[in-house]
């Protein structure tokens, strides 16, 4: 049972003040007046409306279906009215706005009709993996990356392991530790039809050591569930960032996701326990993805706590219901605080991957200046990826982006261990992102010049093509002319001859 | 607390500059008394002028630079060149000796480069080359352990010698200084002595020079400390002294007549200095672990080729300054293999 564990280099042992939100049993936030459905809370394409201004709705049903491969389904989270279709802002690190549908909630709540399945496998895996997109769910963990992608690993992967994420490594989010304290029956059943769709047996659910609860409610669980008797609790240090999934693979299994690779391509599809959880209500109970579990918490918020929450509820109500103490405007976090990013706006909705609202964290990154780079090389030994954070650092500086990539930046995870440990307090993160985003910028532009390149070639080509038919047609015709001509003096000549015969023969 | 950064991560650990230096400096205390314990307190007036001048010279350089004036002062790392360089120094240097090396240490070695964390070359060493090079004999001539001495200095008379260059019944300082043990060994060793009948002499102890050795073991046990407290690695210590000790096993075992043996060659001179406090300056070493062992081992080989083939009786500054040379060679080629990556 108990193979022996991986490591990864690098990593902190963080403080995880997690005590703050888990007195309290999950709570549901009260219903709002108004959600706002933002079309794209998943990696991939916006989905497209499917209803109109005007239209009343139920709870459950189907507002906007999945655009292009890379795409999911998206839900009315209560009954009510579409009241507006338009651009309003969103919940994104640059405060910008994006097509969002407005639902003013009747506040009955009422569920369009739904089959519950006793039975999961008389469906086809092809079913499960379109009834889950069709359920809108995507990665609950952070990411939202549509599920039912990881759940075909296609004609040339076989999967060897599924690995469920239960780590939850970040300080102060505790919304997996809760869920799996309360729910473990329904993330089970999501592990049941993953290991069905995926047809693999062997799973490993990880859950890190400061979480001895939700270890044992999930022991209690499984325990009861025959089905599953290739399914164990793997404990792990509690590190971070082990629950960064190509981390969690090498502690699970000691195995390395090829850099630029997938997880499929070593035999390994990972999910996340809330994502579980959303699996088993799709199916079993044929209920979309419409609330999540939301951690709020911080040294400012007196009830802390995690609350189910629909999507589209707006912000502000969650912390008033938490008594937050913030200013206006205040900036505060959403997801953890080594790789949260912080908004000021709290009209915004909450989203699919809206995992916590933090407010106010301990030992915050200080106010100062930072003081130039020592090159003591405490980021390299905190960095779980082996990156050398002090020599991009220099190469980002200096827009020096090629050297950037021959150092590896593409392999960064943005965990932020090595700014956590700077000594001179250099925030190297932001200085990655900018360089990935310089260089993303760059290829576009050369990519763009590119074509316009070959646009032009092919232009040029065309007319070249045009011009040399359009001399062969005349060629052609002149030929045929000539012909005419020739055959025509022939046929006079002939006919001169003729008659110059008929004059002699006279 | 209210946030300050703009994006993630937003939490920091407690690591500063500042403490780094701080746990340099508390690191080299013992030493600092084991020198005075041997060689008097004059240590501690040259100390306290190259600090003092260090951080004019600082303040001075970030003016001219416009550069704020409080963060730079008090990351601590002007006082540690100052004092590092003072303790490599030879005791009742001179005062302008002393203000030279401080002066070309900051203004040079490091603000004209840019300033901390900037400079390619560790100050301290760079002040210490220049001076050994333009002013040989104040540099090597050192005083004999205070034991030795029939007359010992007190603080009084240090401050005389230093700053007027007389012992107070004024004799001339040069009556009572001598070479340093390595020196005298390397001297001697060219004059076909026997090793071991060398350090029969009044002026060795138990392994190497008398009162040397324990100022290196102090250093020793002062760079433990700083493992200890991850303030440096063990990789450039360690490989710095195998290093000297592997190529000194090798030449003491194929020629014992002609050569030191490698425990000399540990506690002679500025080996433990170097080894714990020079060669480990994070901005002017290799920053890779690969790297920092090539780094300590070519310090620790160029250390023993100077000091025994090379024209100066200590090699430890030279070693290091050509080794800092190569730091950006040395850290593209050993760069780490990637999560993922080829292996």
Redesign the interface.
């Known amino acids: 049972m108990s193979t022996p564990l991986g490591k990864f280099p690098g990593g902190l042992v963080l403080d995880g003040q997690k005590k703050r939100s888990t007195h309290d049993a999950i709570r549901k936030t009260p219903l709002s007046k108004k959600l706002i459905l933002p079309l794209q809370q998943h990696i991939g394409e916006a989905s497209t409306p499917i209803v109109a201004v005007g239209d009343n709705v139920l709870k459950g049903q189907s507002i906007a279906k999945a655009e292009g491969h890379v795409s999911v389904y998206l839900h009315a989270p209560t009954s009510g009215t579409i009241t507006a279709i338009d651009e309003q802002p969103i919940p994104h690190p640059s405060g910008l706005s994006a097509l969002c549908i407005s639902l003013e909630t009747d506040g009955e709540d009422r569920w369009i009709e739904h089959e519950e399945i006793a039975d999961f496998t008389r469906l086809s895996e092809h079913d499960i993996r379109q009834k889950i997109r069709e359920a809108g769910i995507v990665g609950l963990g952070g990411a939202g990356f549509p599920s039912f992608i990881k759940l075909n690993p296609g004609v040339h992967h076989h999967v060897e392991t599924l690995i469920i994420n239960g780590v939850e490594c970040e300080p102060y989010i505790t919304c997996d530790d809760m869920i799996m304290r309360e729910r473990a029956e329904g993330i089970l059943d999501g592990v049941e039809i993953m290991q069905y769709a995926l047809r693999v047996n062997n799973c490993v659910i990880a859950i890190e050591d400061n979480k001895p609860e939700a270890i044992s409610a999930m022991e209690l669980a499984l325990g009861r569930r025959h089905s599953l008797k290739d399914t164990r609790i793997v404990v792990i240090p509690t590190r971070y960032p082990t629950g960064s999934e190509k981390q969690l693979i090498q502690v699970v299994t000691g195995k390395q996701v090829p850099s630029h690779g997938l997880p499929i391509d070593i035999g390994i599809v990972c999910h996340n326990v809330g994502t579980s959880y959303a699996i088993g209500r799709a199916i079993k109970h044929g209920e979309p993805l419409i609330s999540r579990i939301v951690t709020v918490t911080g040294t400012d918020v007196k009830h802390a706590g995690n609350f189910e929450t629909l999507f589209g509820t707006p912000m502000h109500e969650l912390l008033s219901f938490c008594d937050t103490h913030r200013e206006p405007n205040e900036p505060f976090i959403l997801g953890g605080p080594m790789m949260g990013y912080n908004l000021s706006g709290d009209h915004l909705p909450i989203t699919k991957t809206a995992n916590c609202i933090l407010v106010g964290v301990d030992n915050a990154a200080p106010k100062t200046e930072p003081l130039p780079c020592i090159r003591c090389g405490e980021c390299a030994t905190a960095c779980p990826v082996s990156l050398l954070p002090q020599q991009l650092y220099w190469f980002s500086r200096s827009k020096d982006l090629e050297k950037t990539r021959e150092y590896n930046l593409f392999d960064c995870i943005e965990c932020g261990c090595c700014s956590y440990v700077c000594p001179s307090k250099i925030p190297l993160v932001h200085y990655f992102r900018f360089a990935k985003t310089e260089t993303m910028n760059h290829e576009l532009e050369t990519q763009k010049a590119d074509n316009a390149r070959i646009r032009h070639e092919n232009r040029l080509e065309r007319q070249e093509a045009e011009k040399k038919e359009k001399e062969e047609r005349q060629r052609q015709r002149k030929l045929a002319l000539a012909a005419t001509k020739a055959a025509k003096q022939k046929e006079d000549a002939k006919k001169a001859a003729e008659s110059s015969t008929d004059n002699q023969e006279n | 607390?209210?946030?300050?950064?703009?994006?993630?991560?937003?939490?920091?650990?407690?690591?500063?500059?500042t403490?780094?230096m701080l746990q340099l400096l508390l690191a080299l205390v013992p030493a600092v008394i084991a020198i005075v314990y041997f060689f008097g307190p004059s240590i501690l007036i040259t100390m306290t002028l190259a600090i003092v001048v260090a951080l004019l010279a600082e303040a001075l350089m970030l003016k001219l630079r416009h550069r704020?004036l409080k963060?730079?002062l008090t990351?601590g790392?002007a006082v540690v060149t100052a004092v590092l360089l003072a303790i490599a120094l030879p005791p009742l240097a001179p005062w302008w000796l002393t203000v030279i090396g401080v002066v070309f240490a900051i203004v040079f070695a490091k603000h004209l480069y840019?300033?901390?964390?900037?400079n390619p070359f560790n100050p301290a060493m760079v002040a210490y080359v220049l001076l050994l090079v333009s002013f040989p004999l104040e540099m090597t001539t050192w005083l004999p352990v205070a034991s030795l001495s029939e007359q010992p200095l007190d603080l009084v008379a240090a401050f005389n010698v230093i700053f007027n260059g007389q012992l107070t019944n004024g004799l001339g300082f040069d009556t009572i200084s001598g070479a340093t043990p390595l020196d005298a060994m390397k001297t001697q060793i060219g004059l076909l002595q026997h090793p071991s009948y060398i350090s029969e002499q009044p002026l060795f102890g138990l392994f190497a020079g008398k009162g040397w050795e324990w100022i290196n073991i102090w250093l020793a046990l002062g760079g433990a400390y700083l493992i200890y407290r991850r303030v440096i690695?063990w990789h450039i210590p360690v490989a710095m002294l195998l290093g000297l000790s592997s190529i000194s096993l090798i030449t003491w075992v194929i020629a014992p007549e002609t050569t030191a043996s490698p425990l000399f060659h540990l506690l002679s001179g500025g080996t433990m200095l170097g080894a714990f406090f020079i060669a480990t300056d994070?901005?002017t070493?290799a920053?890779?672990?690969k790297g920092r062992i090539v780094f300590g081992a070519g310090v620790g080989l160029l250390t023993y080729i100077i000091r025994v083939w090379g024209g100066y009786p200590d090699g430890v500054a030279f070693a290091v300054l050509l080794m800092n040379m190569l730091v950006p060679l040395i850290?593209y080629y050993t760069?780490?293999?990637?999560?993922?990556?080829?292996k």
């Not at chain 2, 840019?114 to 900037?118: I, R, T």
């Open positions: 607390m209210p946030l300050s950064r703009l994006s993630s991560p937003f939490l920091s650990g407690t690591n500063r500059v403490l780094h704020p963060p730079f990351d790392s840019g300033g901390l964390g900037y690695s994070p901005v070493a920053t890779t672990v850290d760069q780490p293999r990637v999560y993922g990556g080829q």
